[in-house]
Structure formats: C-alpha cells, structure tokens
C-alpha cells in the first residue's frame, strides 16, 4: 500500500475589488456526429446529427465538426485504439467520446474565468481558469448523457436500423433539447465520477420483509419484469443489472422524484396515520401512468425504457408506484401494492428514527467523507446536503472540493492501494484512501492537528462508521 502526503492550495486568490466578477463553467456547445455519413466534399453536413445551440450557422457547424474529426484522427495515429478524450484550450474544454462505432459525442465548455475591472475606464481584463476543470467529472458527464439517452430510447444504431438517419436525428432532437437544459455543470463534482447509489440501511427483519413483497407481488403479477425498491432516494433493493440501476437511480432521484416530492409517512403508532381496516386505506399513488385509477378518462402511458438483456437490449415499460398499459393491471397492481407499501413504508420510517437516534445529535461533525464501493457502486456522502438536477449544495468549499477531484485522479492512474494526505492553505486536511475497490475521502477541520494525529483520526472515522468494511493500514 502507497502513503503520500502533500501539501498544496488551490484557490482563486484574493479578490482585487467589489466589482471582480467570477463565472463558472457553463456550455457552449454539444454536438453528436457520424464522420462516416458524409465523406465527400461537399456532403459534410450530413455527418450532423444533432447539434446544440442549433441556432448557429451551418459553416461554422461544419467548421466545429470537422476540426473534432482532424482532432481524433491525429490522435489515433498514436494509439490507435484510444483516441482523444478533450483537448485543452485556454479559454475552454472540449470532451470527445464515441460511445458507439463511428458515433461521437462532443461537449465543448467554456473554462471558468474572473473578470477583473481596469482603472482608466479600459475593458476589464479577463482570467482563464483552466486548471480548475477536472477531464474526469466532465468525461463522466457526457458518458451520461449518453446512457440517459439510451435508457429511453436505446442505441444509436437501434435507431438507425428502425428508420435511418431520420429517424435517429428525430430522436437526438426531442431528447437533448430537453435534457442539456437540465445541465448544471457548475454543480458537477467527484459524485458524477462515481456515479454510485446511496443505500438506506436496514434491520433483517424489515429487509426480509421487503424481499418477501417484492417476490410476492412479482409472482401475482406475471408482467412485472423486475423491480427496485427505494425509500426516499435510498435503495433498498433492486433486480435489475448494476449498470441499468446505476442509470435509472440518477433518473429516479434526480428528475422524477423531486417533482413529485411529499410530507413522509408518519410512523404506525402516530396519531396522524389513519387505521388501515375494512378495504386497507393506503397512501399509494402512481408517479408514472394514471394519476387517477377512478377517472374514466385517464392515459395508461408509461415511458419505455431499454434495459441489458442477453442477446442485447429489451424494451420495458417504467412504472413508478409511491408504488401494462392497461386499467385493470394497474387497478390490480394498486389493490396489491398500495397497502401492503403502506405498512413497509411506516417499518422503514421507523428504521430511519432509529437510525437518527444511533448516529446522535446533529452538530457540526470535525469530520466529513465520500466513500464510494466500485464491486456494488454504494455511496455515501456527508457533505453533499443536496443534489438532484437542478441544483448541488456542498458543505464544504469549492477548492476542497477541486484536491477530492484531483487525489480521485491519482488514484485513476495506478491499480495498487494508496493512501494520500494534503494540507491545505485554509488549515484542513484532506486525506483519500483507496482500498480493494473501495475508496474514502476525508475532509477535517483540525487546524492544529499533525500528520499522526490526522492519521489516527481518519481511523477512527473507519472503525465508527465502516465497520464491516476493511481498508489497509
């Protein structure tokens, strides 16, 4: 196992005057071709298969493009097998992938910059932060976009083999007009590197519980595929493949759940929870589908989505229960699920009392972590407060932030385990350990402490909080 220990800052600097400005990251442009679809003079616009903003001239579309395609190409003279993955500018990034054969994916952003004001009423100067965008948060960030769009419409070349180019530029059009619009990528941050799932702990009991309701409504009803059981946005349980969930969790948590957000259950022995008898009162209701099993004239539609399969992709239908398209199966599956889900529910809330009473009181902990397992993409985060698609509230300074991203780089770059402790200039230590997969970050507010008793501290923090978990001293 390696030890290293650095000390380093990262910063911004001190700011020269109440007018300085300072802007984040933000997209420029995001465009999605086939290089193979227009290869003479005169057909290269037909290598475009979507292009963001579409407002701008057709020249500089085909410009943009084919200075991507000079790019990759140059680089696969090196190694041919991998090919350019972004390439640096002063004033901004461009991120490549090509995520089926001969299709690329290309996200350009503009580097964050400070605009500092002038005396004499000069233009203001501006600052290029180029160092402050990290290669690995952006790359995840269009290798997501493009399984989102595969989770609701399938491959490119699914696409393709169903109507053509046509078809397929259809399909990029209607999806990412309106999935970049929910790209916040100021709040992107070592979490969209990890791409994890947050797990709610629970008792075996409760868990056996669960496991018993899933198996059971998933034998009375036979169109049931597979299911994945969440309380709030925590996993509790899922059939699905690991990559499938990973994807449909972002989803979940980050876009459908926020928008139909609700009071939570109260727990079975409050007096605001009414008696469940005669015809079982329940609060269950649909977050996709009918929003009424009663009226005559709801729509039984639910999203398809595209799941693993052995010989491929198979196409299902997403029904989300606070539980086939037909009335009397979900009449059926809410007469099954809803109160028997009800009483799940107030088990759980309970658990998660519990859980709230272990862990103390609620003050301002010396310590806060990300830990992230690669063998079943668990994640916790004690300084993430918030994040769906919209918005990321982080308790802890965007430069800490930047050493987690850039010590999770090191770690990239070698298979063996290590360990790496910082100091920064703003008197907290940031310490990364990677360990058979699984990897911890650690930021403390100890200003005076030393190396051996930030070490100590960090030990602690694992024996009280990872304790069925081994990390190698």
């Known amino acids: 196992m390696s030890q290293y220990c650095a000390f380093v800052s990262h910063g911004l600097g001190m700011a020269s005057g109440m007018q300085e400005k300072q802007y984040t990251p933000s997209l420029l442009s995001f465009f999605i071709y086939n290089p193979t679809f227009g290869p003479r003079e005169g057909e290269e616009e037909k290598k475009i298969l979507f292009y963001h903003p579409s407002d701008v001239e057709k020249n500089e579309k085909i410009r943009n493009v084919g200075l991507c395609e000079a790019i990759v190409q140059f680089t696969r003279t090196f190694c041919p097998t991998k090919p350019a993955k972004s390439l640096h500018t002063q004033k901004n990034r461009q991120f490549f992938f ?75 059009e209607k999806f990412f007009y309106r999935y970049l619009q929910t ?20 008792d075996k009991m409760t868990y056996l519980k669960i496991q018993s309701f899933v198996n059971r409504v998933e034998e009375s009803l036979s169109l049931i595929k597979y299911t994945a059981f969440l309380y709030n946005d925590q996993l509790i349980w899922s059939g699905l493949e690991q990559d499938d969930m990973r994807i449909l969790y972002k989803y979940l948590t980050t876009s459908l759940f926020p928008r139909h957000s609700e009071p939570e259950l109260a727990g079975r022995d409050s007096p605001l929870r009414p008696e469940v008898a005669g015809n079982l009162l329940h609060y269950g209701r649909f977050l996709t589908g009918p929003t009424n099993l009663k009226d005559p004239e709801a729509k039984f539609r639910f999203p398809k989505i595209f799941v693993s399969a052995e010989d491929g992709y198979e196409e299902l ?4 229960y606070k539980v086939k398209q037909r009335k009397d199966f979900c009449e059926q599956l ?40 690669h063998m079943n993409l668990a994640e916790k985060s004690t300084i993430h407060m918030r994040k769906t698609a919209s918005v990321c509230l982080t308790s802890v300074h965007p430069d800490l932030m930047k050493i987690l991203g850039d010590i999770n780089c090191d770690f990239a770059r070698v298979d063996e385990d290590e360990e790496i402790i910082v ?13 058979d997969q699984r990897e911890l970050y650690v930021i403390l507010n100890q200003k005076n402490a030393n190396l051996i008793e930030v070490n100590e501290e960090v030990k602690r923090l694992c024996a009280t909080q990872f304790n069925n978990i081994f990390f190698l001293d």
């Open 98 to 172: 090509e995520p089926e054969d001969n299709f690329w994916i290309v996200m350009v952003v503009r580097n964050p910059m400070v605009e500092k004001p002038n005396k004499d009423g000069k233009p203001p100067t501006i600052e290029y932060q180029e160092d402050e965008i990290l290669d690995t948060v952006y790359g995840a960030v269009v290798r997501q976009c493009y399984s989102m769009y595969k989770l609701f419409n399938g491959t490119f070349g699914r696409a393709m083999e169903a109507g053509g180019v046509d078809l397929l530029t259809q399909k990029l």
């Open 183 to 202: 790209l916040h990528l100021q709040s992107c941050d070592l979490l969209d590197v990890f791409g994890g799932i947050s797990f709610f702990p629970l």
């Open 317 to 320: 239908h997403l029904i989300v």
């Open 423 to 435: 100091k920064a200039m703003t008197d907290y230590w940031v310490v990364g350990k990677k360990s």
């Open 334 to 373: 809410d007469a099954l699920v809803g109160p028997q889900l009800t009483l799940l529910a107030s088990d759980i809330c309970e658990q998660f009392t519990i859980n709230r009473r272990i862990s103390g009181p609620e003050k301002e902990p010396q310590f806060k972590f990300i830990y992230f397992n």
